[in-house]
Structure formats: C-alpha cells, structure tokens
C-alpha cells in the first residue's frame, strides 16, 4: 500500500477525473490536522478521502458527485473511535434485563419480582447493570434480599463494572456454594459475621455460579451483535474496539462484518482466558478485512478486578477495608510465556489494570518480556502493548507508560462515576494518582479514549463531556476530583480518535480528516469544541460516516 503522502497525491490527482462518492459541504470540519485544522467542505471517492478544504473548492465535485450532503452549518469531527468496549454485552443490554439506574434495593426487588412474573418455572433469571454508589446505604445488595423478590427462580444480577454479581439463595445452593467453599485463586465470596455467604461473589469467584447460567443460542448472540452495534452507530462511534471475547464470537463478528451487518470498524481481541488465545497464536492476526472494515491481532487479559468490588489490586490495603490489598486474578509463570510468544507473533497485549499494583505488576511484566525478546526478534518491532483502564498508577509509575511505549487505554466516565466513592476505597493521598489523563499526557504517553460499554453508558457525549469538565452529570465536582486532570477539548477529540486510531496501528488511514484517509465522520448538532460544558450531553449524533457510506441519518 502507497505511503500516506504518496497515496493523497494520487487520489488529489485523481479526483478531478473521477465522479466523487459523497460531497460534503457547507460543514463545521475540526480536522485534527495541523496544517489544515478547519474546513468547510470534504469529497470522499472509493472511501477514501479526496479533497478538504472551503466549500469553493468544493465546487468543481458536485456535478457529478453521487451524493451531496449539505451539513447546514453543523460541525463534524473524525469519526469517533471507542477504544474499549464489549459489542456483544451492549446488545445483550438493550436486549434483556437492565437493571442501568436502579435507585436502590427497594427498586431493584421491584424490578425483579416484575421479571420473576415473566418467567418460566425455575428458569434462570441474569441481569446486569445495578450499581450501588448512589444508594442510601451504598452497601452491596445480599441473597436474602433477592429472596424477598424471587425465591423460586435462580437468580444472578451482575454489577455495572462486570466484575461481581449478586445471588440469591436459589441459585447459590444450585453451585453448591456454602460457608466452606474456599475462595477461588483470584476472587473472593463475600461472607457476613456468621461466615456464611452474602451472595456477593468477585471476579474468578463469579464463576462458581455462572458457569450454570445457559448459555445464548448462536442466534441469540449474533442478534445481540447486531443490535449493539446499530446502537453504536446511532450514537455516532465509526469505530470499534472489542476488549476481549472467545474467539468463536471473534469469528461471528467476522462474518457480520463481511456481509454488511456490522458496518463500523472492528477491531478485535480476543480473551486471554478460555484457550481463545493459543487459537490467535496458532492462526495468527487478521488484518484490513473488508474493506479495512475488520482486524483481529489483539488477546485482553485481566490482572485484577474492579475498584467499586474492592477486587483492584493495591499496593496499600483499602482505606474502608483495612485487610484487604484486593485481588491478582494472575502469577507471572503463567503469563510470561504467552507474552514472549506474542512478541514473537506479533499480537497486541491489552491488560485490564485498575489499582496501582495491578499496573505495576503489568508494566513490569511487560518490560521483562520486552527485554526477553529484542525488537529485531518481535514480529511488530513497536508492539504498542496496552493497559486497559489504568485508572489508579502510582506517581513513579506514569512515566513508565511512555518509555515503554505502553498505551494508556481510559475511560473517561469511569472517573465521574467511580470519584463518588474512590475517597473511600483510597484516601485522599491516592487519588493523586486516580484518572490521571492530563499526568499521562504530559508524560508523553499515548491516551486511547473509550466507553468501556456496557459497563458505562457507552455514549461518547459522555466520554468527551467527562474528559473535558471531570464533573458529574448534574455538574458536581470537589478537590477530591482533582480538576487538573482534565483534558482540553482538543486532548479528548485526539484521544476518542487519533490516540484510539493509533492504539490499532491505524493512525495513517483514520482519526484525522486528510486526503488519502479513510472517509469517517461524525457529524454532530453543536460544536463541541466551543459550547459551554454542560451543552455537550445535549448533543446529539446526526451522522455516521463510515468510508464515506452514510451508516446512520436522521429518519
């Protein structure tokens, strides 16, 4: 494939000779290209960007362009990019039991009992999506609470992050789970004063129970894929990043793709846990498939848990649970030879790691592996390993992203939902440390923006409104929130799209609006580079814009 300014010089040659695909005009373009930052007009031909400039310029396209879009003044962006998300749980979301919002237990049993009404005889109830910060108290929910609503069904409710759920009494005893089941190696049941378990179990300890849930049918998934990523579409993402799943699902998203039922970006990993990962290291990465539409070279691992569940790994115990440093779901012996392996097979590690031991035992992990195998041995000489979340790293640790050339992977809503509580779980001192994008920017590290979906809402008006403002979304913040760390706006649009392009080794084909890249746009109702902060959650998608194909419009 040509070079980037060779490839522009032919297709800007070309142009003139050649009826153009799609014609925008009369738009608000923030292109995140130094030398032309602002235009009003761009034509796409073949998908690929040919011409961005003023809408003068644009005229000699317009007879025979096949469409023209006259934007009216509204502004676009380079297609946003969401550099961490789960496709297949945000369809099962919109799909099935959401408990997003649940204002507390009396909400939750409600909820429940309404759904236990739906449900067959002893048929296994799964939900997802409850979250306790905001409840009064903000304490877990427990099996005799669940019992209350539904005895006689077995009953799972799994929290936002993903990494606990609660059971009820029904479901625990069909586990077999009971006041002498050890702890799993890397999670925990939770038990209260007389030992016996409250229904809450963490992380590997999740799976005592939902390894009994009955799996989806094929069709159920491939459906839950589809709707998730029209869903996305709608919100304006071009792109997707999978953080992790079988490599079954992998080959689904695949064939979606292919045939034009997903019509974003993929890019793919597959998890590190269920032997997904030797079949990528056998079969090797996938790259540019249709279209430039798909690529698979990614494996996710997990070090550690999540701060709300007290599982993230610290290297000081909790401030609100003095026993406990949380949990290492990984030891180094296992982990180490995969990691030269993919080296040597040119796949993309990304690491979930949320307390700072986790991501320092990662980034030393990393490094041990790096000086095992010189660059000339590695099928990538720059592999642009990753750590997912890195939401709390201890001072002397955040520059060691950037010598390494690790990617820091965040979300920017975690900070505005996790910094009710982090206080508590940290103490004040740690949170110097906690969501620190603007420290990672300064140190040079590469800042991938994503959602995080369905663990957060997934929008990215969120993710750009909590990377900007660092509040809530009714605008609350204290010193606790350390408003230094905040991104400008040109920070977080670099981040949700050059950062996320760059974290797929794709920087030179999208993320920026230049001819020769990729046609991706998202076409927004305001400009949010200049509207006062709070106007940004009310900003809404008008256009998504994948290789110049309208892949959502106003109905």
């Known amino acids: ?165 609660v059971a009820n009494s029904l479901a625990l005893r069909l586990a077999g789970v009971t006041r002498d089941t050890p702890d799993p190696a890397g999670g925990e049941i939770l038990r209260d004063a007389a030992g016996e378990p409250t229904g809450m179990l963490v992380d590997n300890a999740m799976a005592l129970v939902t390894r009994l849930i009955p799996p989806p049918t094929p069709a159920e998934v491939e459906r839950a894929l589809i709707v998730g990523a029209e869903r996305e579409a709608r919100l304006g993402w071009t792109g997707l990043q999978i953080a992790g799943h079988s490599y079954a699902e992998a080959e689904l998203v695949r064939r979606l793709v292919a045939e034009g039922k997903i019509k974003l970006r993929v890019y793919d990993a597959v998890s590190g846990s269920d032997g997904s990962r030797d079949q990528l290291l056998a079969a090797g990465p996938v790259i540019g498939e249709s279209g430039g539409r798909y690529t698979r070279r990614g494996v996710k691992l997990y070090i550690d848990g999540a701060l709300g569940s007290r599982g993230a790994a610290l290297l000081a115990p909790y401030a609100d649970a003095p026993r406990s440093t949380g949990l290492l779901m990984q030891e180094e012996a296992q982990v180490m030879p995969f990691l030269v392996a993919a080296l040597r097979r040119g796949i993309q590690v990304e690491t979930h790691a949320i307390g700072d031991r986790g991501n320092r035992t990662m980034l030393d992990w990393y490094e041990r592996a790096f000086a095992a195998v010189p660059a000339a041995e590695r099928a990538v000489p720059e592999p642009r390993w990753r750590i997912e979340h890195a939401q709390i790293v201890a001072s002397a640790d955040i520059p060691r992203f950037a010598r390494l050339g690790v990617i820091a992977s965040m979300q920017p809503s975690h900070a505005i939902g996790d910094l009710f509580f982090a206080p508590q779980r940290l103490g004040r001192e740690r949170l110097v440390g906690a969501y620190a994008w603007q420290s990672m920017v300064r140190s040079g590290a590469v800042l991938a923006a994503g959602s995080d979906a369905p663990v957060e809402r997934g929008e990215p008006m969120i993710e750009f409104y909590a990377a900007v403002a660092r509040r809530s979304l009714e605008g609350y913040a204290d ?18 799209t050059l950062g996320a392009a760059y974290a797929a080794f794709e920087e030179k084909e999208r993320g920026s609006l230049e001819v020769g890249k990729w046609a991706d746009l998202t076409v927004l109702s305001a400009d949010i580079m200049t509207i006062p902060e709070p106007e940004i959650l009310k900003t809404r998608c008008l256009y998504t814009i994948v290789g110049g194909e309208v892949v959502h419009e106003p109905r």
């Open 479 to 496: 010193a606790d929130w350390h408003p230094e760390e905040r991104l400008s706006r040109e920070q977080a649009l670099h981040a949700l």
């Open 1 to 165: 494939m040509p070079r980037l300014p060779l490839l522009a010089a032919l297709l800007a040659g070309a142009a003139f000779a050649q009826p153009v695909d799609l014609l925008v005009v009369r738009g608000n373009l923030h292109t995140l290209n130094p030398a032309q930052p602002h235009a009003t007009a761009l034509a796409v031909r073949a998908g690929r960007i040919v011409y961005v400039g003023d809408d003068a310029g644009a005229e000699k396209f317009r007879t025979d362009a096949r469409r023209v879009l006259d934007l009216h003044g509204a502004t676009a962006v380079p297609g946003l990019n969401d550099a961490h998300m789960h496709l297949a749980g945000v369809g099962e979301r919109e799909l099935s039991f959401n408990l997003e919002g649940t204002s507390g237990i009396a909400e939750l049993q409600q909820r429940l009992a309404i759904r236990a009404a739906q449900a067959g005889p002893r048929q296994w109830i799964f939900g997802r999506g409850w979250i306790e910060t905001h409840w009064r108290p903000a304490a877990f929910p427990t099996r005799q609470q669940l019992d209350a609503a539904s005895g006689a069904h077995p009953v799972v409710l799994q929290r936002a992050d993903g990494h606990a759920i």
